[in-house]
């Protein structure tokens, strides 16, 4: 199931990323949104930092022509991700707020690499609207998400 959640996940993103412009009112991160809401199904961490290098690696060769970048990237996100869940129990709410601020420190930490490369002009506006963006779209999935887990077996969440 886990596998399942992240390769629809992934091609959901790119679906949707097509349909929707790239400064619109929704920004897609279905990707990390699930490698988020699936930690609980992995009974060991080290299998699930495997499961997001990779993901991070196809996501890098199919959608961003980097290399390693959102590898590192993700793995980091694991990292915060096994943190936050050692701190906040497992339940539907708390899961929300991890994702809000994963989401927060994905944005953050590509928008300054962004800007050190020059691709963009630093403009705190347009941060703080990018998080805001991928938020909204991202705590929808994340609902969906967690229907479509509970629904499918008994995890650890404690909803």
């Not at 927060?104 to 705190?124: A, C, H, K, P, W």
């Not at 347009?126 to 998400?145: E, M």
């Amino acid at each position: 199931m886990r596998l399942i959640i992240i390769i629809v996940s992934f091609l959901l993103e790119g679906i949707v990323s097509n349909f929707v412009p790239m400064n619109s009112f929704l920004v897609p991160l279905f990707t990390l949104t699930a490698l988020i809401m699936i930690y609980p199904l992995f009974d060991e961490a080290a299998l699930y930092y495997k499961y997001t290098f990779i993901t991070g690696l196809a996501y890098d060769l199919l959608y961003t022509d980097t290399i390693l970048f959102h590898a590192i990237i993700f793995c980091f996100m694991a990292f915060l991700i096994t943190k936050l869940n050692l701190v906040l129990s497992d339940n539907f709410i708390n899961t929300l707020i991890i994702i809000g601020v994963c989401i927060l420190v994905y944005r953050v930490m590509t928008y300054s690499v962004l800007i050190l490369v020059g691709s963009v002009d630093f403009n705190i506006s347009d941060l703080i609207f990018s998080v805001l963006r991928s938020l909204i779209i991202n705590l929808i999935y994340s609902l969906i998400l967690f229907l479509i887990i509970k629904k499918g077996q008994k995890t650890k969440y404690n909803f």
